[in-house]
Structure formats: C-alpha cells, structure tokens
C-alpha cells in the first residue's frame, strides 16, 4: 500500500500570508495520480486539487499543487478567513486508495 | 445539482450490523462509481471500497473483506453500504462520495456522512 506522509503537521499562520503543504508518498505515484482536500469541522471534505495540479471546478486560483513522483506540494497563497481548515492529500493509483494524515492550518 | 444524501445516526452495538444508505440526485446515476470512505473521531480518512451502479461491481479494500458489501438500488438511485462484525473500532463517520470520472478514483462529491456508534 502507498503511505502517504503530511507535513507539518500543524501550520500557524495570518490572513494574507502563503502555506504551503507537504504530501510524501512512500513509493513514486504514477501519472501524478494524486488528488487534496479541504475539511472544516463538521463538513465533508471539497476537492481542491487532482491530478496534482488541476483545479478542480469553483476553487479559487490562490489553490496551487505542484509535485511529482513521492513529493506533492500544496499552496495557498494570500491566506483568506475561509481557508483555515484540515487538508489532506490522496493517492488513486490503484487499490487501496489511501488519504494522508492531513495537514492543519490555523489561525495564528 | 449533484446531491448525495445519507441515512442518519446510527449506534450499534459491537458484533452487531450496519447499514447506511446514500441517495444520489442531480445526475445519471449509472455515469459515476461511489465510493465508501469512513473518518474515525479526529482521525484521517480510510478506504472501504467503491460500487459501480452500472452491474453493481464491487472492489473492497482487502481489510474490510467478508465483512462489507455495497449494494445498489437503481430504482431509487441508492447506494447502501453493510458493515458486519461490529467493533468499537469501526466507530467513525462514514461518507459516500462521487468518482469524478470514470477511470480515476477522485471524489468531487461527497454525501454528509453518518455518524456510527458501536458501543455497548
């Protein structure tokens, strides 16, 4: 099975200010097949990302993947209010499709 | 609009079964694979497995085999999910979501989840 690891684990960070989130996958993730998520509490998850890189339908462009093999980066630029929340990162190279830890970006 | 709705709270009690449902509208129910992706309380999300409405063929995660079936209604456009063998361990929130195109499994819509409760 794909392991995927997210790093940090916790981001603190002010409104306007730019993450950036780590996705590190335990063997190479053929055809960029990896996808990321928000979740706020409560809620289901959205999909941001797939493919890497591809913005999914209705996500704003200050949302960013990049990466290829094991390493996967997701970036938020210009940190607005509604993006403090859990991202997570995940493969669908075959079965078993797995999720990552998840990475929290908060409010500092 | 694509809407997928799930069946409620559920609490069982452990070596108990589940079954929790998940109507999907808004599109051709045959065109998209749905997928059962569950969260432990706090936790990170972990694979079951997904159906294909079209036959209901089924892939379950190897972990979950012989205890888990997916099943499909087409007459109401219903896909259900059974987990058996209940264990405290199986407590999380369980979510149906969308395939969002038919040869890679990425989800772009996904139910509100259903909270399961094994406890005794």
């Known amino acids: 099975d794909i392991v995927l690891t997210q790093s940090p684990g916790t981001l603190s960070l002010s409104p306007g200010e730019s993450a950036t989130l780590s996705c590190r996958a335990s063997q190479s993730v053929s055809s960029n097949y990896l996808a990321w998520y928000q979740q706020k509490p409560g809620q289901a998850p959205r999909l941001l990302i797939y493919?890497?890189?591809s913005r999914a339908t209705g996500i704003p462009d200050r949302f960013s993947g990049s990466g290829s093999g094991t390493d996967f980066t997701l970036t938020i630029s210009r940190l607005e209010p509604e993006d403090f929340a859990v991202y997570y990162c995940q493969h669908y190279v075959g079965s078993p499709l797995t999720f990552g830890g998840g990475t929290k970006v908060e409010s500092k | 609009q694509v809407q997928l709705v799930q069946s409620g709270a559920e609490v069982k009690k452990p070596g108990a079964s589940v079954k929790v449902s998940c109507k999907a509208a808004g599109y051709i129910f045959n065109n998209y694979y749905v997928h059962w992706v569950r969260q432990a309380p706090g936790q990170g999300f972990e694979w079951l497995g997904v159906?294909?409405?079209?036959?209901?063929?089924?892939i379950y995660a190897q972990k979950f085999q012989g205890r888990v079936s997916m099943t499909r209604d087409t007459s109401t456009n219903t896909v259900n999910l059974e987990l058996s063998s209940l264990r405290s361990e199986d407590t999380a929130v369980y979510y149906c979501a969308r395939q969002m195109f038919r040869a890679v499994s990425f989800f772009d819509f996904w139910g509100q989840g259903a909270l399961v409760t094994v406890s005794s």
């Open positions: 159906l294909n409405p079209t036959g209901g063929n089924t």
């Open positions: 493919g890497a890189s």
